[in-house]
């Protein structure tokens, strides 16, 4: 653990052309200590060397990863949204007939649905590996519980729970921690940077994929505090991205299909349909993961491919609904449409009058504040688990704890709890314990810990008034938000969307109850059901900041649109006044991993940058004609690791400086370097098979590093034609661009590079991602972040 950090300066060296790096106003006016800044080239100053002698490596690792917020990752790259159009691409769509393009829009539809399909099967067998698990375990723990109390001795009962939890998740955390650590946590925060354009390593893989889809049932059946739900965002997400490429590189078969979306433009849009059909299966509302993917992710939008997206969100949420009516032995009765079915309210029972709505946003405004109290200490916690927890072993030790913890809290709150509720004929408890109450009765303290969260939600929304007691709810909403908050965040597969409900359906019913206790004119006019769908919208709006989506997933999981209004005022409450104190919980957690996310629009005081001053002004530059040898030096590179060049033309006879005419990629060098496309080759052998656009989509997208391709010395003086192969018409901009101009265009565009260039076309710089990414808004107006590899 040696090498964690490596520092990045910003130093002025001259570039290319020879001039020195420009000086900038410092942007809070501030002078620095050392020296007024300059941009200049990125040069890393490794930290490794203090720490590299055996002995100090054997002393034993850090105990502490040093960790800062001000610091931007390099290791996180951009997709490509761009289409790269070389000659190859363009000749190749030429050739394309107009049938050609019609197939090709028949078979995205197919890979959509197919998406739906799949991702509606995952979530069925979710559903019902968890129920059927749970079912066991609750049975074991109720029929132990029910012995010991006659007989005394419960702390065997106790015993026995917080074991069966803790192995459970011990399993779930293992497979996690050991062998896939990106599918802990729901996934939703890497979904929605791979939306936004950024890279995240194996976040779309099938091992991840199975990791995440058997750590959430261990999980959830380990009776962690956590949902089901998130992690079928992501489990759609990476379905998605393996469907649409029609081959696996995992397990290293190619079935020849869909080859033409291998590239990141499709693939990316595809993988917003896998969002989309992974909320429409958690939530039964397909509207609503549409407008999930478009307000959470998805840059880039159209018509056609919205309609695609509901079309997936459609067959998914359909597919579980068809498959769950077959295992619940009633085929063709499709009213299980999602995984969270918070049953339906009837008109009658939900009826609001208009002197509710102030009751319905003060609501929404606690919600906001105790959800930001949910993210402040959840950000604490992330910060002190990043530091101190970070060798596997100990993240597995600390889910057990957290498991073992949990049971035993909720054994105590069930076993110190007198609440006591008639077990009526409708009674729509799955699991009732007796405990110490009168026969024909059972502990209602238990239907909310003594369940899995989603029966405990649906109970809290349909219970008849009366059938809990103030004090276990309110006991319930302090234990249970205090332990959601320490699970979120663990090395588990597990969402945050049901804990969040569930402590707002409780508080919300506890509110309920208290106004239905003010005496009035004979009619109970707050029924509690009511409150607590309220409260679990302030909650979950007042964690995730999430607004259109969550309204809509909210009614249609209800399935009653007169809630339409009073959701949509609590959680726009709920945001503003989160936003307040702290940003939302997912937000939170791509800052903390450092990644360079590109928000909707450039930080507002940004209109005095300009381009010359963000961008990163030491290029490296390829001739049109350039030597193998210059080429494969510059890719061997440690220290720059540019993955965008600009390829320069010099003009014969005339001593200029040289012009831009392309772009190409390091991929794409890579391709060239490894199928030795050579100028000297090429005239030697009249056979020699020209390279097609098949060859790098055939590479794509995991390309051989550099180390592993040979290149002999006699081949490093040849030359290579670049022409054919690189974007002859890169996005280019003055280097006068303001920043938000500059922001508008990389980030509409979803570019990957944007060259800046002089008055006569010279290259003087590159803006990438991070370069944009640098700059936010702080406290103190605007500030500028840290690059650093870490």
């Not at 779309?204 to 058997?214: D, F, G, Q």
């Not at 609001?352 to 609501?363: D, Q, R, T």
Request: proline share 4%.
């Amino acid at each position: 653990m040696a090498n964690i950090t490596k520092k990045v300066s910003w130093s002025s060296r001259t570039d290319e052309s020879g001039t020195p790096g420009e000086g900038t106003p410092l942007l809070n006016g501030s002078e620095r200590a050392s020296h007024s800044r300059q941009i200049g080239r990125l040069s890393t100053v490794d930290l490794e060397e203090e720490i590299t002698s055996d002995e100090d490596s054997q002393r034993g690792r850090l105990k502490e990863i040093p960790h800062n917020e001000k610091l931007l990752s390099l290791k996180y790259e951009s997709l490509d949204y761009d289409n790269i159009e070389n000659q190859l691409f363009l000749e190749e769509e030429r050739r394309m007939s107009y049938m050609g393009f019609r197939c090709l829009e028949i078979s995205r539809w197919v890979v959509c649905g197919l998406i739906g399909f799949l991702t509606g099967l995952i979530a069925c067998f979710i559903d019902i590996a968890v129920e059927e698990l749970a079912g066991i375990k609750y049975q074991v723990v109720k029929e132990n519980i029910e012995k010991f109390t006659e007989v005394g001795g419960l702390s065997i009962s106790l015993l026995l729970w917080a074991v069966l939890n803790s192995a459970i998740v011990m399993m779930g955390a293992i497979i996690v921690a050991f062998f896939e650590p990106i599918a802990a946590g729901s996934g939703i925060p890497q979904i929605k940077c791979y939306l936004n354009g950024i890279k995240i390593p194996r976040v779309v893989r099938l091992k991840t994929l199975v990791v995440k889809v058997c750590g959430v049932i261990c999980s959830v059946v380990g009776g962690l505090a956590v949902g089901k739900e998130g992690p079928m965002i992501h489990s759609g997400a990476v379905v998605a991205a393996g469907v649409s490429q029609g081959r696996s590189t995992s397990l290293k078969r190619d079935f020849k299909i869909f080859e033409y979306f291998r590239r990141d433009t499709e693939k990316r849009d595809f993988v917003s349909a896998g969002a989309a059909a992974g909320v429409s299966a958690a939530f039964g509302a397909p509207v609503g993961g549409v407008l999930f993917s478009l307000e959470e992710g998805a840059s880039f939008w159209n018509q056609m491919l919205t309609w695609r997206i509901f079309f997936a969100s459609m067959i998914s949420t359909f597919t579980l609904n068809f498959f769950l009516s077959v295992y619940h032995k009633n085929p063709g009765d499709l009213s299980n449409p999602g995984l969270i079915n918070f049953g339906r309210f009837q008109s009658d029972s939900v009826a609001y009058n208009l002197y509710e709505i102030p009751l319905f946003i003060a609501m929404g405004a606690i919600g906001g504040l105790l959800g930001a109290l949910f993210n402040i200490l959840n950000y604490w916690l992330t910060i002190f688990r990043i530091r101190y927890v970070h060798r596997p072993c100990l993240q597995v030790m600390e889910a057990m704890l957290v498991a073992a913890v949990t049971a035993t809290v909720s054994f105590t709150m069930i076993y110190f709890s007198n609440d006591c509720q008639p077990l009526g004929p409708e009674h729509s408890e799955e699991y009732p314990l007796q405990l110490f109450c009168a026969d024909g009765e059972y502990n209602s303290m238990a239907t909310a810990f003594f369940n899995t969260p989603e029966r405990s939600v649906r109970s809290l929304f349909h219970n008849q008034p009366g059938s809990y007691n103030p004090l276990t709810l309110g006991l319930f909403t302090l234990t249970y938000f205090f332990l959601a908050c320490w699970t979120y965040g663990l090395a588990v597969s597990a969402g945050v969307f049901i804990p969040s409900l569930l402590i707002g359906a409780a508080w919300g019913r506890l509110c309920g109850i208290l106004l239905a206790s003010i005496p009035s004119n004979g009619s109970i006019w707050a029924d509690p059901g009511k409150y607590a769908l309220i409260g679990a919208a302030a909650q979950l709006g007042g964690i995730v900041r999430m607004t259109l989506s969550l309204t809509v997933i909210m009614v249609e999981a209800t399935g009653n649109v007169t809630y339409g209004l009073p959701i949509m005022l609590v959680l726009m409450t709920a945001k503003i006044v989160g936003d307040y104190f702290v940003e939302g919980l997912y937000d939170i957690h791509i800052k903390l991993q450092s990644v360079p996310f590109l928000h909707w629009d450039a930080p507002a005081t940004s209109h005095w940058l300009t381009a010359r001053e963000v961008m990163s002004s030491q290029v490296t530059c390829l001739n049109r004609i350039e030597k193998v040898g210059t080429i494969v030096d510059t890719l061997s590179n440690t220290s720059t690791n540019h993955n965008g060049f600009p390829v320069v033309v010099q003009v014969s006879g005339s001593d200029e400086p040289a012009k831009l005419c392309g772009l190409i990629l390091r991929s794409q060098l890579i391709v060239l370097l490894k199928h030795k496309v050579f100028v000297e080759l090429a005239r030697s052998r009249l056979t020699h098979r020209k390279l097609q656009l098949k060859d790098f989509r055939d590479a794509y997208p995991r390309f051989p590093p550099i180390q592993s391709i040979h290149v002999s010395q006699d081949e490093r003086e040849c030359m290579m034609d670049l022409t054919e192969f690189m974007n002859a018409t890169p996005y280019t901009v003055p280097q006068e661009t303001s920043l938000p101009r500059v922001f508008k265009l990389f980030r509409a565009l979803g570019l990957r590079h944007l060259v800046v260039v002089d008055d006569v076309n010279r290259v003087v710089g590159l803006v990438t991602r991070k370069d944009l990414a640098r700059y936010h808004l702080g406290k103190h107006g605007l500030e500028e972040l840290q690059l650093a590899q870490t």
